[in-house]
């Protein structure tokens, strides 16, 4: 577990000051654009691009192309070199294709994921997408650099990349706001030009990502020498691997899509409580998956894949379960503080610019409902690994389409049974319900496979974990009612209830753990106090 942590602690403060950098982001996007009609057009024109990359090569990257590059660099005499560099010029040649493909096809694109949106709306959507969707080749060249430092156990670049990109929107969206100010939110008035700062500069973010882990690439020694004998690449083998993995996510993004179309169909009935509204809630909750759970999973991988190669399952049971304890040591408690802070999350994030508290509270209370689901979430993250270590991508789609089948018939009887405002709180229960089964179903699997994993001593963890987080919550919840009473619920009561409840809990969480001598937190803990110290 010594060194899952301390890889994990290297990423982790690369994907703290990420996401904290990310909160700037959005928070400045936000107030420049807003949660209404400008608002829904953005997240769906900007979320598109990230579709298409999971579909062609992010899922694939995690599940197949890491654990074979492992594979050819221990067989290979020349360490993988060579391999590398055929699948870095497949990726650029095949993303560039696409990337062309998406800015030609951008108007049926927006009309696949939006709902009921009058013409001007669907207009700006596409005018949009079509600056945003170039993106596509240097989000997928950043990501298979990215996929190489992690097989040479380079960590750090790829978690601070984010941190350029954060900086480069941010700079945007406030020149975006001083050009515009109020009216930057209203789609009939903004002009082609203004359309252009914003999605242009959005793709400027993702180039200067990319080019800092191309950099950091070239630092390990790699050498980019494009090679056209694709033939010894493998593509075969990764083929055979990777069409259960495309059937994955095309299964895992039409769930997506389906959740897209009844949100942006609630945003049109009930201006604010939409699309936007998901997008916004659902980034704050990936928040604490992304440090935390991200970092264990990005050390887990390789690992695990090395251990399947050499036979070793108890090693793979080893790091599964350290991972899982590890990751839930610090997941627990901040499910818990989600699930009673989340408006004063949002409240002191978003009630600037062109937003209100009161749709500020409003994606807080839909945060809150995501709460529900990080653990489970994360849990069924890390399962998945387990089957990738085996370089098997079929079951994970079974589990795929189980959940989306589930997500999306809780998510319609939520869209057409629950009042207009309340749809995108049912939206994120339905998700939150569908990981816990999904976990379920996913660790009898992959159970079977590893011959056990480590199931009580994770059970018997998780339970000290929520007794020793419930103090925190409580507290939190004091905090909240008493600042609500006295001052009501504005950015400044905010801030205090989140330093005086998120925080002074999370301290009482770790303070009770340690002395519940759970050894995970004790571990964070000691890390912590002997940097201090040093």
């Known amino acids: 577990m010594s ?3 301390r890889a994990s602690a290297v990423m982790a403060a690369g994907t703290m000051v990420s996401r904290v950098t ?29 579709i298409l990359f999971d579909f062609l090569i ?3 990257l995690s ?15 020349d360490g993988g070199r060579a391999y590398e560099q055929r699948l870095m010029t497949l990726g650029v040649i095949v993303l560039t294709l696409v990337a062309v493909a998406g800015v030609l096809m951008a108007r049926p694109l927006i009309g696949l994921y939006s709902t009921d949106w009058n013409p001007r709306k669907i207009e700006v959507a596409i005018k949009l997408a079509q600056y945003i969707l170039p993106q596509i080749a240097f989000f997928g060249v950043g990501a298979i650099a990215g996929a190489i430092l992690n097989t040479r156990d380079r960590f750090a670049a790829p978690m601070w990349a984010p941190v350029l990109n954060n900086i480069v929107m941010i700079g945007v969206s406030l020149a975006y706001y001083v050009k515009l100010g109020l009216a930057g939110t209203d789609v009939s008035t903004v002009s082609d030009a203004d359309l252009a700062l914003l999605g242009l500069g959005t793709t400027a973010g993702i180039v200067a990502q990319c080019a800092v882990l191309v950099v950091s690439l070239h630092r390990v020694g790699f050498r980019f020498v494009p090679r056209l004998d694709l033939r010894e690449a493998g593509l075969g083998e990764m083929g055979r691997t990777a069409v259960w993995t495309f059937a994955y996510v095309g299964i895992s993004q039409l769930g997506f899509l389906i959740t897209t179309r009844l949100s942006s169909g609630a945003g049109e009935r009930a201006p604010g409580a939409g699309n936007s509204a998901y997008a916004y809630a659902y980034q704050f909750f990936q928040l604490p998956y992304g440090i935390i759970a991200v970092s264990v999973i990005t050390a887990m991988l390789p690992r ?41 999350v949002t ?21 809150q409902v995501f709460g529900l689901a990080l653990v489970p979430f994360s849990i069924f993250q890390l399962l998945l690994r387990v ?49 816990v089964l999904g976990s379920a179903v996913a660790w009898a699997l992959a159970s079977r496979r590893v011959h056990g994993l480590q199931g ?13 987080a419930l103090p925190a919550a409580l507290l939190a919840l004091g905090v909240l009612w008493l600042t609500q009473e006295t001052t009501g619920l504005n950015p400044l009561s905010a801030a205090v209830m989140l330093a005086a409840g998120g925080g002074l809990g999370m301290v009482l969480y770790l303070v009770i753990a340690h002395r519940m001598r759970i050894p995970e937190v004790s571990s964070v803990v000691e890390m912590v106090a002997g940097r201090v110290r040093r």
């Open 387 to 435: 089957f990738y270590a085996f370089g098997d991508t079929r079951t994970p789609v079974f589990v795929a389409f189980g959940n989306v089948t589930v997500n999306a018939a809780l998510s319609l009887l939520a869209y057409l049974t629950l009042p207009v405002q309340y749809i995108v709180m049912g939206l994120a229960f339905a998700f939150t319900v569908t990981y």
């Open 347 to 367: 409240v002191l994030i978003f009630s600037w610019g062109n937003m209100t508290v009161d749709s500020a509270v409003y994606i807080g209370n839909v945060l």
């Open 22 to 50: 990310g909160f700037v982001r959005t928070a400045v996007l936000a107030a420049a654009i807003g949660t209404f009609a400008l608002g829904d057009a953005y997240n769906v024109a900007y979320t598109i691009p990230l």
């Open 63 to 77: 599940s197949v192309v890491v654990p074979m590059i492992v594979r050819r660099q221990r067989s290979d005499a």
């Open 58 to 60: 992010g899922g694939i």
């Open 304 to 344: 695990m894949s090395r251990a399947v190669a050499d036979g070793q399952l108890e090693t793979v049971r080893e790091e599964f379960g350290s991972g899982v304890r590890l990751v839930s040591a610090l997941l627990v408690p901040s499910g818990l503080l989600l699930m009673v802070l989340g408006p004063a």
């Open 3 to 5: 060194r899952v942590l």
């Open 456 to 468: 009580r001593a994770v059970a018997a963890g998780l339970s000290r974990m929520y007794v020793a």
